[in-house]
């Protein structure tokens, strides 16, 4: 009954640094997506993967890379850390086709010093 | 120009009584859906509810329906009978059918509603 799964769930970063923000989901959807949300701002979508073995920019994918390691998982990474990337970040999946909803992992805290 | 708007940023109900969050959205894609999620204070995105273009009757999911005016582009959520865990912020959300520059389909949020429901 896992879902979405994140980790980790809070990380603190010096400008500059880099790290990776993994995401897993056993749901056997095709599609996985990352998104960003600032205080009182909906989410908007940072990379997205439409099936396992291609990735494409969404909104606001400057200063992120993503990997679509294999069908389960999709990982985030931000190579050189920036302030402005203090925010939380949600992954979600969804099956491929249709317009039925994406469900949504936990989020992860993330603030850039 | 905006592709979903909530208007109202903040809203206070009663305990026990129902509530209106307002959403209204811009697409020229004639298949679409329309999506509510809360998010309480935890951080979790929780669907509530969904509705298709094309669906002929408003969905309903227990306290929740959605009233779905087409020609208007409203799709508003009503909350029926509202408990004090029903306080949260709520998002509605687009999803388009057209495919364009490979967009698989996003979601696109409203800047969402703080509901506040008071004992």
């Known amino acids: 009954n896992a879902g979405v799964t994140q980790t980790p769930k809070f990380q603190v970063l010096k400008t500059g640094q880099s790290m990776t923000l993994q995401c897993a989901q056993d749901m056997n959807h095709n599609s996985m997506y990352w998104y960003r949300q600032d205080p009182g701002m909906g989410l908007r979508l940072i990379y997205y993967?439409?099936?396992?073995?291609?990735?494409d920019k969404g909104e606001v994918p400057n200063g992120y890379n993503v990997s679509r390691l294999n069908k389960r998982e999709f990982s985030l990474r931000l190579e050189s850390a920036a302030p402005s990337q203090t925010s939380v970040y949600f992954c979600a999946s969804s099956t491929s086709g249709g317009l039925r909803t994406q469900y949504f992992g936990p989020g992860t805290r993330l603030t850039v010093l | 120009a905006q592709k979903i708007t909530q208007t109202q940023p903040g809203m206070f109900v009663q305990e026990k009584e129902a509530v209106t969050l307002d959403c209204t959205y811009d697409?020229?894609?004639?298949?679409?859906?329309l999506f509510w999620y809360k998010q309480p204070s935890s951080g979790e995105m929780i669907f509530l509810i969904y509705?298709?273009?094309?669906?002929?009757q408003n969905a309903t999911e227990g306290r929740y329906s959605l009233n779905f005016q087409k020609a208007r582009k409203s799709a508003n959520l009503v909350i029926s009978a509202s408990q004090l865990g029903d306080s949260a912020m709520y998002f509605c959300?687009?999803?388009?059918?057209?495919?364009?520059?490979?967009?698989?389909?996003?979601?696109?949020f409203g800047s969402g509603t703080q509901l506040t429901v008071l004992p």
């Open positions: 509705q298709g273009s094309y669906d002929q």
């Open positions: 697409t020229s894609d004639p298949s679409y859906g």
């Open positions: 959300a687009m999803r388009e059918a057209q495919i364009s520059s490979g967009s698989a389909r996003q979601l696109t």
């Open positions: 993967s439409a099936s396992e073995g291609t990735t």
